[in-house]
Nanobody, 119 residues
Framework: VQLQASGGGLVQPGGSLRLSCATSGFIFDDYAIAWFRQAPGKEREGVACVGSSGERTYYSDTVKGRFTVSRDNPKNTAALQMDSLKPEDTAVYYC?????????????WGQGTLVTVSS
């Protein structure tokens, strides 16, 4: 099983970044995909989630209206479009796969990608 997050980098406040999560080794359609982040000295927090079909999404209050989560099931990938970035969005971002239906209880993590919002 692999989840490969990419797309992080340095961006100025107000800018945008698009994170991608490429996956393999599991039945992508049977997993919800979530994005978490962990800032220095803080606990990991969930910021966005997309259901297995892509129809349902969830956002934390801190990113709602600025971030958009999506997935492409035929390509086994997910993305997090981040707009109007703020310095407080600086963190390592992780993608996570959580199983549903017969795979309920299974969970996979990818390595993180660093996002730095600074002028």
């Amino acid at each position: 099983v692999q989840l490969q997050a990419s797309g992080g980098g340095l961006v100025q406040p107000g800018g945008s970044l698009r994170l991608s999560c490429a996956t393999s080794g599991f039945i992508f359609d049977d997993y919800a995909i979530a994005w978490f982040r962990q800032a220095p000295g803080k606990e990991r927090e969930g910021v966005a989630c997309v259901g297995s079909s892509g129809e349902r999404t969830y956002y934390s209050d801190t990113v709602k209206g600025r971030f958009t989560v999506s997935r492409d099931n035929p390509k086994n990938t997910a993305a997090l479009q981040m707009d109007s970035l703020k310095p407080e969005d600086t963190a390592v971002y992780y993608c996570n796969a959580e199983g549903i239906r017969r795979y309920r209880g299974r969970q996979f993590w990818g390595q993180g990608t660093l996002v730095t919002v600074s002028s």
